[in-house]
């Protein structure tokens, strides 16, 4: 079993910066993608960035390039998700997974197999 604890969120106004950690815990990882979505009220989750262990390779969704920058220090089994000039639009509960398999950086949700609980990051205008 894997435990995701994630960490970070909170209120802030626009034009700020949250920095979100999730940390993984339960089982030995080996090649392993975290990820890290969100879900507005009232909408599907969405993919926000994604991580390969090498740390090299990442990807993130559109909205997002250019602000949030993803990274992980793998003794710690820690994934952090650094978010800068945060927008109103930016506001949802964000939650970090865990891909045991990747072929890729998976955008789809179904693809992940473990979940954190979530953290609520509110930005306001």
């Known amino acids: 079993q894997v435990q995701l604890v994630e960490s970070g969120g909170g209120l802030v106004q626009a034009g700020g910066s949250l920095r979100l950690s999730c940390a993984a815990s339960?089982?030995?990882?080996?090649?392993?993608?975290m990820g890290w979505f969100r879900q507005a009220p009232g909408k599907e989750r969405e993919f926000v960035a994604g991580i390969r262990r090498s740390g090299v390779d990442t990807d993130y969704a559109d909205s997002v390039k250019g602000r949030f920058t993803i990274s992980r220090d793998n003794a710690k089994n820690t994934a952090y998700l650094q978010m800068n000039s945060l927008k109103p639009e930016d506001t949802a509960v964000y939650y970090c997974?865990?891909?045991?398999?990747?072929?890729?950086?998976?955008?789809?949700?179904?693809?992940?197999?473990?979940w954190g609980q979530g953290t609520q990051v509110t930005v306001s205008s």
């Open positions: 997974a865990v891909d045991l398999r990747p072929v890729v950086i998976a955008r789809s949700a179904r693809e992940y197999d473990y």
């Open positions: 339960g089982r030995s990882f080996t090649n392993y993608v």
